[in-house]
């Protein structure tokens, strides 16, 4: 039977992160997951882009592959939010030299992961398999594969995504709902620069989103639209889409021209109740899953990965089993209020700016003239846009534990 510390189900852009960080550390895991590389490293697997938080680049800096990665990110140095295209925009710019983030498209993160992970010392990658069975108990974690083998680790880390098998197989109870609402993405080229900056239009059938890629007249879509309208909005020609898009961009970008295949993913909010059992934690979207309109669910797993692998590498040090109940217990409570607060107000969000009528508009004006107006408000919010609210874990600070 193979031993390893830990095991891994998922082999996304989440679980990999788990693993690279565990290695950073001399931890050692192995990554189930059925998905053929061939398959989710190809340029169509996945056309959507990620806003990495200026934290969650300090751990990918710190766990060795923020350089292989930066020749393909576009920093953001200013966010606008408008409601509809008012002419004042609510904005968040950070002092001299300092990003909010760094725009990155998905395809690109995943390979990179994946190939450092393909060299890590501590990591083994099983892929594509998956786990016929999983067994939890008190002296360990034991997995058999699809074609017969066996692993020991102990814990089960579910990386595996907001259907998690492993969540349902741990009873865990899941509060969900769906938005009836559909994201398209795409990317356009424009004939004005985008200077860093991201954009979001907040519109009563959902946010419009236009943020920077390289190079600098080039921007990611992301576009809520209601799910009834998504199959007329992806039949449109290239030139009909442009022509729509440019209306809700109201010229800040210029003349638009389609420069990406487009694809849609419906929109759903799912919670559970605890992200621990037996010698298992959920990181990622088998713990939660928001709205896209802060662009924080990636970071918001990436802020659970830190979390864990601090935890983790604690008890390693202090001797512990690494699936004691103590540990679990303390990741537990470390990510419990903050995934609670930021699915709660990314779903207040969507709600407030889903309100139709002059006068619902009236007071969202009002209240992002109020934030502009109040700076230790902006900053607050500009600070969960960065990913640095709460107690860091020390990886989102750019150190190793």
């Known amino acids: 039977m193979e031993t390893t510390d830990t095991l891994i189900l998922g082999g996304g852009l989440v679980g990999l992160t788990t693993a690279l960080a565990l290695d950073a550390h001399g931890i050692s895991s192995v990554v189930i997951d059925p998905a053929p590389p061939n398959t989710t490293l190809a340029a169509a697997f996945d056309g959507r882009a990620s806003a990495i938080a200026s934290a969650s680049w300090r751990m990918l800096n710190a766990i060795g592959v923020a350089d292989q990665l930066l020749p393909y990110g576009c920093p953001i140095r200013r966010i606008e939010v408008r409601d509809g295209l008012q002419r004042e925009a609510l904005d968040f710019t950070p002092g001299e030299g300092e990003a909010l983030g760094t725009m990155i498209e998905n395809r690109v993160l995943r390979k990179i992961l994946y190939d450092a992970a393909s060299r890590a010392a501590h990591v083994t990658l099983k892929i594509p398999t998956s786990a016929a069975s999983v067994v939890r108990n008190a002296s360990g974690t034991v997995a058999t594969l699809d074609d017969g083998s066996k692993i020991r680790a102990d814990i089960l880390i579910a990386a595996d995504g907001r259907n998690s098998p492993a969540r349902t197989a741990a009873g865990i109870r899941v509060a969900r709902w769906q938005y009836d609402h559909v994201a398209v993405i795409s990317a356009f080229d424009h004939s004005l620069p985008h200077h860093n900056v991201a954009h979001e239009i ?41 022509a729509e898009a440019a209306k809700r961009a109201g010229g800040l970008l210029g003349t638009l021209s389609a420069a990406a295949a487009r694809s849609s993913y419906p929109l759903g909010f799912h919670h559970a109740a605890r992200i621990t059992d037996t010698r298992l934690a959920l990181v990622g979207d088998a713990a939660h899953g928001i709205h896209p309109i802060a662009g924080q669910g990636l970071n918001l797993g990436l802020r659970d990965v830190a979390a864990l692998v601090e935890v983790l590498v604690d008890g390693s040090r202090t001797g512990m089993d690494l699936g004691d109940d103590m540990l679990l217990e303390r990741y537990q409570r470390w990510r419990s209020l903050d995934t609670l607060m930021v699915a709660t107000a990314t779903d207040t969000l969507t709600r407030l700016f889903g309100i139709p009528g002059k006068s619902a508009s009236k007071v969202r004006r009002f209240g992002l003239g109020a934030v502009q107006r109040i700076k230790p408000l902006k900053d607050l919010f500009m600070a969960e846009a960065r990913g640095e609210t709460g107690k860091l874990p020390k990886l989102l600070a750019g150190m190793t534990v």
Not at 212 to 233: C, E, F, H, N, Y
């Open 202 to 242: 907040f519109y009563p059938d959902g946010p419009f989103a236009l943020l920077p890629m390289q190079p600098g007249t080039r921007s990611a879509l992301v576009w809520t639209i209601a799910a009834k309208d998504a199959p007329g909005v992806l039949a449109l020609s290239d030139t009909a889409f442009a």
